[in-house]
Nanobody
């Protein structure tokens, strides 16, 4: 049974930084596309960033470009999201997800392609 687990969320002041981590039990990420998604209170889910594990190719939504960095550690089978210069509008539950195939840029931020999801980690940014 596959289990995806996120960690690293918390409360931070605007301008601060957090690093989210994601690992999985029951699968290795090689060949997968990994994504970070978020959902703010009362809002819809949006794709934040994705990474094709084998090639290392990445994509970001415009609102986090230059502030967030997605990366991987092959040896640890762990995905990261480094978040800098956090803004109040980044406040959300953040989810890690795994799609069992390399996804093109045009679709890799679409949640429908992802099969395995974590329970989420809360990020709260105060003003």
């Amino acid at each position: 049974q596959v289990q995806v687990v996120e960690s690293g969320g918390g409360l931070v002041q605007a301008g601060g930084s957090l690093r989210l981590s994601c690992t999985a039990f029951g699968l290795t990420f090689d060949g997968y596309t990994m994504g970070w998604f978020r959902q703010a209170p009362g809002g819809g889910q949006e794709g934040v960033s994705c990474l094709r594990w084998s090639s290392g190719g990445t994509k970001y939504i415009d609102s986090v470009k230059g502030r967030f960095t997605i990366s991987r550690d092959n040896a640890k089978n762990t995905l990261y999201l480094e978040m800098n210069d956090l803004k109040v509008e980044d406040t959300a539950m953040y989810y890690c997800a795994a799609a069992p195939t390399p996804l093109a840029d045009a679709i890799c931020l679409g949640s429908r392609w992802y099969r395995h999801w974590g329970q989420g980690t809360q990020v709260t940014v105060s003003s």
